[in-house]
């Protein structure tokens, strides 16, 4: 019989044990997690009856896996869809629509919503028509996403666009981001054509439009679901896995009162933490340190219902950098999720992180939600003080996909012995079905590996 060790409870780690019961039939397998709770960075809170989560709020029906994996667990009863895909920008003053067509990093819809929504200035719109008759941008290997669109659109159309709507999913400026790894898209555009703006016109649509989902109980009902349908695996919880190392062919996972001998180990954790726990493999070890990682916080307040009305009809907005707020973006829950309305409370959610910001750190939780109170008080008006509020804050909580991060991951996965996989937000996707499919693709290649030994 094969053992099977799965490090860390995330979403990763839990759907990695979920996919092993059922391809390596009569495996042992055990998952060791150093938190009390499951779930990683799924975390449902309440306030009130209404659902306010900590972590991500939705799920992007980006692939099979996640759809499938949801249907497996009898979860599709539970979804539910935003109640509002409008949302909006801080920008010069006003919050103003986010134009049509430019998720994916530029202006898939052409320059007439630029116009209509008046995000940019005259010279910013100009300068955004550009693209159509500059030359060709030099793209090589891979280049930031902020500087391709800067170079195509120009500094407004990157500063007030891009850094928020790309730089903002993940927490992090967008000249630090990779274009070929997040915008493939965009990327090939850049890299086959001189124009993007008139080689999209040729292509239906490079930014596909995605479903985004949540449940009646808040995303952790899929770690939940996970947790109950994992029953043959061995849970340890509250154990700090302190080293991981290869002898005999076997895998060793040691901690505090923590010993067990693997055949195989899918490690699902933040390259971060793996690093220090896979010092015996001295590469592997600096390769996974590294990867940079974004620091984030979030406060949710439950105003009374009287006290606060978003100015327009949507799900909130977000804040570009050079507005110079510590806020990044709010989400006006109650307006955005049935499962967030209660008849006592409005809920909001603000955000605040970018790896250039580190001033909110300093400030304690009752600080930081006074701060963020007074600056949501400026753009959308409020008539008292919260009733309640949550502070979360992730340390080193989302990894930084810069420039050459596919060589950096194809490298961790090269230097990985044999029996060790990698699996996880760092790797293959920030996203929870990305997490998911990174956790379906660790799982194959250990079955295989299992499989041959045996
Ligand atoms: C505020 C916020 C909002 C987000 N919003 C969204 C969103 O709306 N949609 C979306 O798709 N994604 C979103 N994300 C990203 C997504 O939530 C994460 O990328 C994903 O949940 C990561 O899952 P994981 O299992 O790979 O890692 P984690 O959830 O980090 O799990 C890793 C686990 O490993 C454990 N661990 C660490 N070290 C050890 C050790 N030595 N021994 C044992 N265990 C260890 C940790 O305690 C943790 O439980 C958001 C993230 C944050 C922080």
């Given at each position: 019989?094969?053992?099977?060790?799965?490090?860390?409870?995330?979403?990763?780690?839990?759907?990695?044990?979920?996919?092993?019961?059922?391809?390596?039939?009569?495996?042992?397998?055990?998952?060791?997690?150093?938190?009390?709770?499951?779930?990683?960075?799924?975390?449902?809170?309440?306030?009130?009856n209404a659902v306010a989560e900590a972590g991500p709020d939705s799920i992007v029906a980006r692939n099979s896996v996640i759809t499938g994996l949801c249907s497996d667990l009898g979860l599709e009863q539970n979804i539910i869809?935003?109640?509002?895909?409008?949302?909006?920008?801080?920008?010069?003053?006003?919050?103003?629509?986010?134009?049509?067509?430019?998720?994916?990093?530029?202006?898939?819809?052409?320059?007439?919503?630029?116009?209509?929504?008046?995000?940019?200035s005259f010279q910013g719109i100009a300068r955004t028509a550009m693209d159509l008759v500059l030359p060709r941008t030099e793209v090589a290997e891979d280049i930031s996403i902020g500087k391709l669109a800067e170079s195509r659109?120009?500094?407004?159309?990157?500063?007030?666009?891009?850094?928020?709507?790309?730089?903002?999913?993940?927490?992090?400026?967008?000249?630090?981001?990779?274009?070929?790894?997040?915008?493939?898209?965009?990327?090939?555009?850049?890299?086959?054509?001189?124009?993007?703006?008139?080689?999209?016109?040729?292509?239906?649509?490079?930014?596909?439009?995605?479903?985004?989902?949540?449940?009646?109980?808040?995303?952790?009902?899929?770690?939940?679901?996970?947790?109950?349908?994992?029953?043959?695996?061995?849970?340890?919880?509250?154990?700090?896995?302190?080293?991981?190392?290869?002898?005999?062919?076997?895998?060793?996972?040691?901690?505090?009162?923590?010993?067990?001998?693997?055949?195989?180990?899918?490690?699902?954790?933040?390259?971060?933490?793996?690093?220090?726990?896979?010092?015996?493999?001295?590469?592997?070890?600096?390769?996974?340190?590294?990867?940079?990682?974004?620091?984030?916080?979030?406060?949710?307040?439950?105003?009374?219902?009287?006290?606060?009305?978003?100015?327009?009809?949507?799900?909130?907005?977000?804040?570009?950098?050079?507005?110079?707020?510590?806020?990044?973006?709010?989400?006006?829950?109650?307006?955005?999720?049935?499962?967030?309305?209660?008849?006592?409370?409005?809920?909001?959610?603000?955000?605040?992180?970018?790896?250039?910001?580190?001033?909110?750190?300093?400030?304690?939780?009752?600080?930081?939600?006074?701060?963020?109170?007074?600056?949501?008080?400026?753009?959308?008006?409020?008539?008292?003080?919260?009733?309640?509020?949550?502070?979360?804050?992730?340390?080193?909580?989302?990894?930084?996909?810069?420039?050459?991060?596919?060589?950096?991951?194809?490298?961790?996965?090269?230097?990985?012995?044999?029996?060790?996989?990698?699996?996880?937000?760092?790797?293959?996707?920030?996203?929870?079905?990305?997490?998911?499919?990174?956790?379906?693709?660790?799982?194959?290649?250990?079955?295989?590996?299992?499989?041959?030994?045996?």
């Open positions: 019989m094969k053992a099977i060790t799965v490090i860390g409870g995330g979403v990763t780690g839990l759907a990695a044990a979920y996919f092993i019961q059922q391809s390596v039939p009569g495996a042992s397998i055990s998952l060791v997690e150093s938190s009390e709770r499951l779930g990683g960075k799924l975390l449902t809170n309440r306030i009130g869809r935003p109640k509002t895909s409008k949302s909006y920008l801080w920008t010069r003053n006003r919050l103003r629509p986010i134009p049509e067509g430019v998720f994916g990093g530029y202006p898939s819809h052409g320059l007439l919503p630029l116009w209509r929504t008046h995000v940019l659109f120009g500094r407004e159309f990157k500063t007030t666009l891009v850094d928020p709507l790309i730089g903002g999913l993940m927490s992090c400026n967008s000249s630090y981001l990779s274009a070929r790894e997040l915008m493939p898209g965009v990327f090939s555009l850049a890299k086959n054509s001189r124009s993007i703006l008139r080689a999209s016109r040729a292509r239906a649509s490079v930014a596909q439009s995605m479903p985004f989902f949540s449940f009646k109980g808040g995303v952790a009902e899929l770690t939940d679901k996970l947790n109950a349908a994992t029953g043959n695996v061995q849970k340890k919880t509250g154990v700090e896995v302190r080293e991981l190392s290869r002898r005999e062919g076997r895998w060793h996972i040691t901690g505090e009162g923590l010993e067990i001998e693997s055949d195989a180990v899918i490690a699902c954790l933040p390259a971060h933490s793996a690093a220090p726990v896979l010092k015996s493999e001295a590469a592997l070890s600096s390769a996974l340190a590294e990867i940079p990682y974004t620091s984030v916080a979030n406060v949710v307040f439950g105003y009374g219902p009287a006290d606060f009305k978003p100015p327009v009809e949507g799900s909130g907005f977000l804040v570009p950098e050079k507005e110079g707020l510590l806020m990044t973006g709010c989400t006006w829950l109650s307006s955005k999720w049935s499962s967030a309305e209660s008849e006592d409370l409005y809920l909001v959610r603000c955000f605040v992180g970018t790896p250039d910001s580190v001033s909110w750190m300093d400030l304690g939780d009752e600080e930081l939600a006074a701060e963020l109170h007074r600056e949501l008080g400026a753009i959308v008006k409020i008539n008292g003080k919260p009733l309640q509020f949550i502070v979360t804050r992730w340390q080193n909580a989302l990894p930084r996909y810069g420039v050459g991060h596919m060589e950096l991951v194809a490298k961790i996965h090269s230097l990985c012995p044999p029996g060790l996989f990698m699996a996880g937000a760092a790797f293959s996707g920030v996203g929870i079905s990305s997490c998911v499919a990174d956790a379906k693709r660790a799982v194959d290649s250990a079955a295989a590996y299992c499989s041959a030994g045996s």
